[in-house]
């Protein structure tokens, strides 16, 4: 069989190389320009889809139910999270205002902009939504700043502010709650970092309603959240790239920048796209053409022609060119993963011209050029038809699979092998024809004889090394680990990954929170009462979280409240600065402070010595300016102290008319996010603890389906989904490739010693290549799975040159290490190596990931192909040199 195979395969090759050399410069000319017109056509019509999900078949359980979610509520997928940290919760909430209302007016390339803080519904309800107890304790403080604020809000200067604290601590007016001293200490502080040259205004939300600055900053109030929905433009390369632009420079035209006390960030489905896919893009862009130029290197020692390297690159970048074109005609988009096809057919498309080359250089000693072109494409012909056959069984296993990312790359590299195979035999032998003939000696160099013979000399040692070596391996593939989460794949340095990861720091903030929908509210509020009993989850949110409880005491507080407060709290004008009046202010304020500071055992001393150091630097600094920049330094005083109260009080007295709240009367924009128009509820269940810790997101994800079944969706299902279908694609593909090739050498070998012998290496070297990434700690993922059916079938390829020459033409010697089979072998794998290698530089991880798993595993293969593959002959099939 395998030899009416062989005779098929040298006549049909001889025929075609006989073509190729009696109209070389046709051929050539004709592949150039056919290359360049498929260039043509790939520029113009590939896209990239940068969506994870759609890496997966739409036809899994928890897709079904994810596209079911996403058409009842389309509010919730491919946004931009935009993330503002301030440096008081002030700066934070009045940026956000700011940013909010300078996105609603662009309507080219935002469609939507949510930001519940500043909701006008729910800030004139603002207080309905506290606990009875907490809007208790807001009202006696309120009632006890009342002066205070009635006053300041009539006069809003620095004048005004030290005179009532001078006569606090004249009179000791605290009004029994205990905030004067906070008060003073705020005020100190602020002082002080203006000496410091500090200006961002010191906040009034903790000064107004009581609260501590660490109760503040627990309730995220430094941090504020806007949810942007983008207008997509998936004709173009980065679909959200103009709306995340026309953010960035609106923060920029706003001056909402650290200088101002301001970071503003972006993340959200559509912003870790846009960071991922500029990752990819990059990483291999650089992959590429560091890969081309390591190829070349290795090619030009290996191959040590100018004429067989030149031939080698032109019908590698021509077959490259093709495949690309393929990519384009059958698949059209790429996605994450079948980006890498570039480089895969860099590493692997060479393999088959320099099996011909070497050989080719090798009969050059005995025969004329044009012959030895015959002569060494018919003898390596074989193998390579095997070899593509294989490599392209590795690839093409993952197409029946579930994983669709990796069955496109599989569909595309797969073919690549064939269209490498036949630019090989095709424009090859052309190029080899109308090149120089290589000059320099003919002669290939060769391994000294003892290492050369190492392998058969001691193939019992090597098998026995090679058997623990197994064992060791089996052992350790339980310790293998899979990462479920993504995120792990982008740039870890990418902004969108930075701020995604903060999040989830905050529960109340994660992002990775399970949602559910339910057809009616009865059944809502069952599901609703279940998750809440969940010990993994700190909350859930239903439509219902928008209807307080015990409305009708609290509207009695507030209207008690607004009665108290309302009227006082009309801003009047701002007057001007009065560098006399406030210069005087702060003389009298130091001598009230003076008095107390000489009481070191008043309840007071510890606060207001820190004003008075500020204040006396302040004054000491004034003391030593010109009129001029003493008014400025005020004017820069007041700001300090003032600016944001204003805002904090419209904020409060917005929350002094509310109304009783139903379901029915929430406004379009908060039911459309939790009802939808078909009468369906939305559920989200939140986090107790951080799901970036290991373990915890499938904790949290396996229990909540629990309660939820195959109705739960949210990030941590689809990760989880994503997970348990990749592995289950893995073991599809890698079964469906052991068996394919196995039949395929069965078939042309008739013979299950000699199929045995060849696939006996490749199984060590997927063991090995498992055990050191569980010995390197790096685990599998969505981008590196692909390694282990692949190696299999690149792994092949090997084991048939050597097994092809060691059964046709080995030398009289024995040494198979010492033929330009081997040679080919090893700088065939050596070039593969370097290719791969250079995806191990992305900064996106999981290229990276499967860089390093790819290189590690084609190391492998080689050691196991060149040592341990020549021992196994050497002792099952011993060759006999007579």
């Known amino acids: 069989m395998f030899n009416q195979f062989r005779s098929v395969v040298e006549t049909t090759i001889g025929h075609l190389i006989d073509f190729a050399q009696a109209k070389a410069w046709l051929v050539v000319a004709s592949s150039l320009l056919a290359a360049t017109g498929t260039a043509y056509y790939t520029a113009t019509h590939i896209s990239i889809n940068t969506d994870t999900e759609e890496m997966l078949s739409e036809h899994l359980p928890w897709r079904i139910t994810r596209t079911a979610y996403k058409e009842q509520f389309p509010y919730f997928t491919d946004t931009i999270v935009v993330v503002i940290d301030g440096a008081t919760p002030d700066i934070a909430r009045d940026s956000a205002t700011q940013l909010v209302g300078a996105l609603r007016n662009n309507n080219a390339f935002i469609s939507d902009v949510y930001f519940p803080s500043n909701d006008e519904f729910l800030r004139r309800n603002q207080l309905l939504y506290l606990d009875a107890d907490e809007l208790k304790a807001l009202s006696d403080q309120l009632s006890a700043a009342q002066p205070f604020l009635a006053r300041l809000t009539q006069e809003r200067s620095v004048v005004a502010l030290f005179d009532l604290l001078d006569e606090a ?490 109304e009783e709240i139903s379901v029915e009367s929430l406004p379009t924009n908060i039911r459309q996010r939790w009802l939808s128009p078909s009468g369906h509820y939305r559920i989200e269940a939140y986090p107790k603890t951080d799901l970036s810790k290991p373990g915890e997101m499938k904790r949290f994800a396996v229990a909540a389906q629990t309660v939820l079944g195959d109705a739960a969706t949210g990030a941590p299902i689809i990760y989880l989904g994503g997970s348990d279908a990749v592995k289950s694609a893995f073991i599809q593909a890698f079964s469906y490739a052991l068996v394919v090739i196995t039949a395929l050498l069965w078939i042309i070998l008739r013979s299950m010693k000699e199929t045995s012998i060849v696939l006996a290496p490749l199984i060590l070297a997927g063991l090995l290549t498992a055990a050191l990434s569980t010995a390197l700690s790096l685990p599998f993922n969505f981008a590196n799975i692909i390694a282990l059916p692949l190696l299999l079938g690149i792994g092949v390829d090997g084991g048939l040159h050597i097994l092809h020459r060691y059964k046709t033409t080995l030398p009289g010697h024995g040494n198979l290490l010492q033929t330009s089979t081997a040679q080919a072998v090893f700088f065939s794998a050596l070039t593969t190596i370097v290719s791969f290698g250079n995806l191990a530089t992305s900064t996106h991880a999981g290229t990276a990931s499967m860089g390093v798993m790819l290189s590690i595993g084609i190391f492998s293969t080689l050691i196991c192909t060149l040592l341990v593959l020549p021992a196994i002959l050497q002792q099952f099939m011993p060759h006999d040199p007579s």
């Open 169 to 658: 601590l004249e009179y000791g007016i605290d009004g029994g709650t205990g905030a004067l001293g906070p008060a003073l200490r705020r005020i100190g502080e602020a002082v002080d970092q203006l000496n410091n040259g500090d200006e961002i205004p010191m906040s009034w939300q903790a000064l107004i309603t009581g609260e501590s600055s660490e109760t503040s900053s627990a309730s995220s109030g430094f941090r504020q959240i806007i949810l942007v929905t983008p207008v997509l433009d998936f004709s173009a390369l980065l679909p959200a790239d103009p709306a995340i632009e026309a953010i960035r420079k609106t923060v920029s035209e706003l001056e909402l920048d650290i200088h101002h006390g301001v970071n503003v960030r972006l993340t959200g489905d559509a912003a870790l796209s846009d960071d991922e896919l500029r990752s990819v893009i990059a990483g291999s862009q650089i992959a590429g053409i560091a890969s081309l130029i390591m190829v070349v290197v290795c090619l030009v020692v290996g191959l040590r022609s100018f004429s067989l390297v030149a031939a080698t690159l032109v019908s590698l970048i021509v077959g490259l060119i093709f495949t690309a074109g393929f990519a384009a005609l059958c698949v059209g988009t790429l996605n994450m993963i079948s980006i890498a096809f570039a480089v895969l057919y860099v590493g692997l498309g060479v393999d088959f011209a320099i099996h011909i080359c070497l050989r080719y250089r090798e009969l050059l000693v005995q025969l004329e050029p044009d012959k030895a072109v015959r002569e060494s494409t018919r003898d390596v012909g074989t193998s390579l038809i095997l070899c593509a056959l294989t490599t392209a069984i590795g690839f093409f296993a993952f197409i029946p699979t579930a994983y669709r990312g990796v069955a496109e790359l599989g569909l595309i590299a797969g073919v690549g092998m064939f269209i490498s195979l036949a630019v090989s035999v095709f424009l090859l032998p052309a190029l080899l024809h109308v090149l120089p003939t290589p000059g320099g000696s003919r002669r290939m160099p060769k391994l000294p004889d003892y290492i050369a013979a190492f392998p058969r000399k001691n193939a019992r040692g090597v098998l026995a090394v090679a058997t623990i070596l197994w064992i060791f391996a089996a052992l350790s593939i339980p310790g293998a680990k899979f990462d479920i989460d993504p995120i792990n794949l982008n740039d870890p340095a990418a902004e969108s990954v930075v701020t995604f990861r903060e999040l989830l720091k905050n529960p109340e903030q994660s992002p990775l929170s399970i949602a559910t929908i339910a057809d009616s509210n009865r059944l809502a509020e069952e599901l609703v009462a279940k998750l809440k009993a969940m010990a993994s989850v700190s909350s859930v949110r239903s439509i219902d979280s928008f209807v307080p409880d015990n409305q009708a005491e609290k509207l009695a507080l507030i209207d008690d409240l607004a009665l108290m407060l309302g009227f006082d709290l009309e801003p009047a004008e701002t007057p001007s600065v009065d560098m006399q009046q406030t210069s005087a202010a702060i003389g009298k304020l130091l001598i009230a402070i003076n008095k107390i500071v000489q009481q070191p055992e008043h309840e007071l001393h510890d606060h207001v010595l820190v004003v008075e150091q500020a204040l006396s630097r302040l004054q000491q600094s004034l003391n030593a300016l010109s009129a001029a920049q003493r008014l400025e330094r005020i004017a820069q005083l007041d700001q300090k102290l003032l600016a944001s109260f204003a805002p904090r009080v419209a904020l409060l007295q917005d929350g002094l008319d509310p």
